[in-house]
């Protein structure tokens, strides 16, 4: 992965450790809500991820990429292959049990990525310092094992749950949340 210095952890930087309450390992990791075009249940042509954790420190999911993700005629469009790399590391949230957004992703695109073809993709995490979170993902093409054609990685920052609450829609956030208090 070429990747920038601010998606590197700085010397010094923790490592992701299992948080109390977080998945155990081989569980299922939930949509954290219901029309978010990455993950969402109810998106009418959203990515659709469903992911599981291993090991409660890395998260694999699937997506197919349809028919409403293309860019060139019958290929991924790169912006969607982003999303997707954008929401499996965003499911680490999960891990972290903790909110987190996106502050800086990286892409590379190894191979182009027919429609019909189901991304194997996988999130981990390199190193944590303060509110800063360095990530990496990759996504191999049928299986797996197979070729690696999208890499990732990126810097997530921790938020509170308010910043969901000033700026987007508290009540929707809320109520899916019930385990959080949105608006303290
Ligand atoms: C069990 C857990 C439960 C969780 C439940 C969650 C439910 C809620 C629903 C949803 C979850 C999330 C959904 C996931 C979906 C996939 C992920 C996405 O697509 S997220 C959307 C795209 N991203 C944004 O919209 C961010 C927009 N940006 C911001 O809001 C701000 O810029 C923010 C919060 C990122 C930082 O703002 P500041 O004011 O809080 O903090 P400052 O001081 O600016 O930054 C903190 C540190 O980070 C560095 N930093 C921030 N952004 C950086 C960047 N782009 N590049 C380099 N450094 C950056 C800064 O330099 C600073 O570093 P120094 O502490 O000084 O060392």
């Known amino acids: 992965m070429t990747r920038s210095s601010v998606t590197t952890p700085p010397p010094g930087a923790g490592r992701l450790q299992a948080a109390p309450g977080g998945p155990a390992p081989g569980s299922p990791l939930g949509s954290h809500y219901g029309d978010c075009f990455g993950c969402g249940e109810r998106h009418p042509t959203g990515l659709h991820l469903r992911a599981t954790t291993p090991d409660g420190l890395t998260v694999v999911a699937e997506f197919t990429v349809g028919e409403a993700h293309q860019g060139a005629p019958g290929l991924a469009h790169g912006g969607v292959l982003a999303a997707a790399m954008d929401e499996v590391i965003g ?36 190193g944590v310092s303060g ?54």
């Open 91 to 126: 499911m680490s949230v999960w891990l972290f049990q903790r909110p987190y957004v996106t502050g800086r992703l990286e892409t590379d695109y190894l191979a182009p990525v027919p429609v019909g073809t189901t991304l194997h993709l996988r999130a981990w995490c390199t």
């Open 131 to 184: 509110r800063k979170a360095y990530l990496e993902a990759e996504g191999r093409a049928g299986s797996p094992d197979g070729p690696v054609a999208v890499r990732a990685a990126a810097l997530f920052i921790e938020v509170g749950m308010e910043h969901f609450a000033r700026h987007g829609d508290a009540k929707a956030i809320a109520d899916e949340h019930h385990e959080y208090e949105v608006n303290p």
